[in-house]
């Protein structure tokens, strides 16, 4: 339901991932400082789908202010040791990334990198 473009949006921005070419194309709608519907296209891999998806349900009627905190708290806590309390609506984002896996952080973290580069 977050798939396709519709081009009525608050913030819209494109992202690529520079290591595989990845392609995300984000458009949030914001009312009142919060989010209130994102919508995504793709050209990527399953890892930056499952992302894209994840985070389109995630983010709906967060504050602003609350999703850009929690999403940098979510992009160290994925790419590092540190552990920061990320907070329970962002947990699922935890089991993209295993050992198996890990190499393709980055196409997990791209729809994260677009919304915060969006909502700059």
Do not use: H, Q, W
Not at 13 to 31: F, Q, R
Not at 39 to 45: G, H, L, M, N
Not at 89 to 111: A, E, M, Q, T, W
């Amino acid at each position: 339901s977050n798939v396709g473009l519709t081009n009525k949006y608050t913030f819209k921005t494109i992202k690529k991932n520079s290591m595989c070419g990845d392609v995300i194309k984000i458009e949030l709608v914001a009312k009142n400082s919060k989010i209130s519907s994102m919508k995504y296209e793709t050209d990527a891999c399953i890892y930056c789908e499952a992302s894209a998806s994840l985070l389109a349900k995630k983010i709906k009627t967060l504050p602003i202010r609350i999703i850009k905190k929690e999403l940098n708290y979510l992009k160290i806590g994925l790419t590092t040791n540190i552990k920061y309390n990320v907070s329970k609506k962002f947990n699922s984002f935890k089991s993209l990334i295993d050992k198996k896996n890990f190499k393709r952080v980055k196409c997990i973290l791209l729809p994260i990198d677009a919304v915060l580069k969006a909502l700059k």
